[in-house]
């Protein structure tokens, strides 16, 4: 099963919008809405921030949001805030395995 | 508070083997599947392996199947890995996580273990 295709890298300034895009096929990311996405800063363990493609949990913040179109996902940080500066994280469910997939990992850069 | 705790990880030679350990609290244990997740030094995510609420099912990445066996006691709210004939590639923070359910997302993660492979 080889990783979601993510952009290495992506940045923009404090209060503009980005978006990260997650790529896979039918089998994963086209074929079911359970694609997740994870922020992990320096260090630290990753975090859920959406899940089933564009839900948020509790006590995430509303500037962020996902959504699917085809076989690709995104992910958008809106009002870019120094805090967003990490590593982000897709996943999907897969019928190649039981165990899901992850993408091969976004930097934010906030300049 | 849902608290995740890893623990056993260190320096092993090639071939070596250990037991991780995450020690679980803050929610019904034996409610919700349980993952392994590793991430090498500098590099993605990857998951190992997953264990159902009861222990009933098991699955692992085709690198590690054969090496390395998950386990959960219930009545410790405890989940292991048992890590064996390691490689140079093995070499990982490994992180415990939760499962919202089965196969659906991971909604709590540990701080990680960090397992080392050297001669």
């Known amino acids: 099963q080889s990783a979601l295709t993510q952009p290495a890298s992506v940045s923009g300034s404090p209060g503009q919008s980005i978006t990260i895009s997650c790529t896979g096929t039918s089998s994963d990311v086209g074929g079911y809405n359970y694609v997740s996405w994870y922020q992990q800063h320096p260090g630290k363990a990753p975090k859920l921030m959406i899940y089933?493609?564009?839900n948020r949990p509790s006590g995430v913040s509303n500037r962020f949001s996902g959504s699917k179109s085809g076989n690709t996902a995104s992910l958008t940080i809106s009002g870019l805030q120094a805090e967003d500066e990490a590593d982000y994280y897709c996943s999907s469910y897969t019928s190649s395995n039981t165990l899901g997939v992850f993408g091969t990992g976004t930097k934010v850069t906030v300049l | 508070e849902v608290q995740l705790v890893e623990s056993g990880g260190g320096l092993v030679q090639p071939g070596g083997s250990l037991r991780l350990s995450c020690a679980a609290s803050g929610f019904t244990f034996s409610s919700h599947g349980m993952h392994w997740v590793r991430q090498a030094p500098g590099k993605g995510l990857e998951y190992v392996s997953v264990i159902s609420s009861n222990g009933g099912s098991t699955y692992y990445a085709n690198s590690v199947k054969g090496r390395f066996t998950i386990s959960r006691d219930n009545s410790k709210n405890t989940l292991y890995l048992q890590v064996g004939s390691l490689r140079v590639e093995d070499m990982a923070v490994y992180y415990c996580?939760?499962?919202?359910?089965?196969?659906?997302?991971?909604?709590?993660w540990g701080q990680g273990t960090l397992v080392t492979v050297s001669s």
């Open positions: 089933d493609v564009s």
């Open positions: 996580a939760r499962d919202r359910g089965w196969l659906q997302f991971l909604d709590y």
